[in-house]
Structures are given as structure tokens and as C-alpha cells.
């Protein structure tokens, strides 16, 4: 029988732990100084007055290759459950896992010939 009496320190928890970040961003709401001032206002940089504009237009290969290493490197860290449990799975994940690395080698090799991971 499914007894939910069982479950009350999981709960607990949860509640507790949703309780936390909620009473301690609002308490430093009203702890907080509240004046704006014009020095509170401009922005800051090391000290110096800022000169021009603080909108700074970066190139979308920059992104593109944060994208692309965020992909890779998540991707490759679904490899490690393949790796620790290859002797007890057999040959048919191991075949899985050669197929999933494939894929993965085909977006690599389309995002180096699309120019992807050119730094210049």
C-alpha cells in the first residue's frame, strides 16, 4: 500500500528548501538601501569615467562557438553512464553508443565546415 506518511521529510524539505531562496530575496528587498543618486546611476568601470556609448555590438560567431562547445561538452558527458556500465549492458549499447558518436562526429564535421568554429 502506497503510504504517504512515508514521504513527510521529502516534503519537508522541498517546502523548506523553495521557503529559503523566496524569504531571503524578499527580507534583502527591504534591508536594501533605496536611494538613487546620480553617482548610484552611471555606470562604472574600474574607476574611470566611461567614454561612448555602453551598447557594444559583439559578432554571432562568438556565440556560435560558445553554442557549439555548450552542445559538445553536454553532450559527451552522456558517454560517462556508456563507460561505467558497459560490461553489464553487452553489445548492443555499445553499438548505441558508437552510433550516438557518429552523430555527435557529423555535427562537428558540419559545424567546421559551416565555419562555426573559426575564431577570425
Not at 38 to 50: A, D, F, N, T
Not at 52 to 71: E, H
Request: net charge negative; hydrophobic share 60%.
Amino acid at each position: 500500500m502506497f503510504l504517504l506518511y512515508e514521504y513527510d521529510i521529502f516534503w519537508a524539505f522541498l517546502i523548506i528548501s523553495c521557503l529559503i531562496p523566496i524569504l531571503v530575496f524578499f527580507i534583502s528587498g527591504f534591508l536594501a538601501p533605496s536611494s538613487k543618486g546620480p553617482e548610484k546611476l552611471s555606470s562604472y568601470e574600474s574607476g574611470i569615467e566611461p567614454i561612448g556609448d555602453a551598447w557594444l555590438q559583439f559578432r554571432i560567431r562568438y556565440y556560435m562557438f560558445a553554442l557549439v562547445f555548450v552542445v559538445f561538452d553536454v553532450e559527451t558527458v552522456f558517454l560517462y553512464p556508456w563507460a561505467m556500465s558497459f560490461d553489464v549492458l553487452g553489445v548492443s549499447v555499445f553499438v548505441e553508443a558508437l552510433i550516438f558518436v557518429l552523430i555527435l562526429i557529423v555535427g562537428l564535421v558540419y559545424a567546421w565546415r559551416k565555419g562555426a568554429l573559426e575564431w577570425s
